[in-house]
């Protein structure tokens, strides 16, 4: 049991560039989501799902996109990098969206745009 | 609305000692509370969260936290730190009326450091 994965670990784009981070969990649950964290800002939801073909967007949508085609799966595409984007990215997910149920996070991925 | 607020951005204590980390929280209706651990290079993972019921919530790794509404407050202590506990600490809000994970709330993290 993997728990929540996500790819890559580390990525440096040039402003402009678009990129897909991967995010992958293995615990069949219907809610996903997407924060992006920042020093002195806590964490910030981009956008969540509570099922697969169905998406929201959070408290900072802009510049990023999401789909969900598979329960697995939940990828966030920054669709032109801006310098603004650089901070770490969490995916987390838990069997609902429900907030007795525990969310579970992955590992983060560490993203600069120069 | 909700909010928290975590005053300061960094706790040190020594090895041995009692561990408080401060929350309080805005909201208009009743709150579930929660609080999460990050260690060093890893994703959040949930320390403890108050729904209903019994105010004192006790967690995991030994920390629990107090529900005081009068105070709109959800502290985090720890009797007796130790070297393992050094990590960032978020306290979050949702309010009861939403519960939905979708609608937490984060605060700004503490820095917790322990020294040897």
């Known amino acids: 049991n993997a728990g929540v994965t996500q790819t890559p670990k580390f990525q440096v784009l040039k402003t402009g560039q678009s990129m897909t981070l991967q995010c992958a969990q293995d615990?069949?649950?219907?809610?996903m989501s997407w924060y992006r964290q920042d020093p002195g800002m806590g964490l910030r939801l981009i956008h969540y799902?509570?099922?697969?073909?169905?998406?929201d967007q959070g408290e900072v949508p802009n510049g990023y996109n999401v789909s969900r085609s598979t329960t697995e799966d939940f990828p966030l595409r920054l669709l032109s990098a801006a310098p603004s984007q650089t901070s770490v990215y969490f995916c987390?997910?838990?069997?609902?969206?429900?907030?007795?149920?525990?969310?579970?996070f992955g590992p983060g991925t560490r993203l600069l745009v120069l | 609305a909700q909010s928290v607020t975590q005053l300061g951005s960094h706790v040190s204590v020594s090895e041995g000692a009692l561990v408080l980390l401060r929350c309080n929280y805005s909201?208009?209706?009743?709150?579930?509370l929660f609080w999460y651990v990050q260690y060093p290079n890893q994703g959040l993972q949930l320390l403890l969260k108050?729904?209903?019921?019994?105010?004192l919530v006790k967690g995991i790794n030994g920390f629990e936290a107090e529900f005081k509404k009068s105070e709109t407050s959800f502290h985090l202590t720890k009797p007796s730190a130790h070297m393992s506990d050094a990590a960032e600490y978020f306290c979050?809000?949702?309010?009861?009326?939403?519960?939905?994970?979708?609608?937490?709330?984060f605060g700004k993290g503490i820095t917790l450091s322990v020294r040897p």
């Open positions: 108050y729904t209903t019921g019994a105010t």
């Open positions: 987390a997910s838990s069997y609902n969206d429900r907030a007795l149920e525990t969310q579970y």
């Open positions: 979050a809000v949702t309010l009861r009326e939403y519960g939905a994970n979708s609608k937490l709330t």
């Open positions: 615990m069949n649950h219907e809610y």
């Open positions: 909201s208009s209706v009743p709150p579930y």
């Open positions: 799902s509570v099922g697969a073909g169905i998406t």
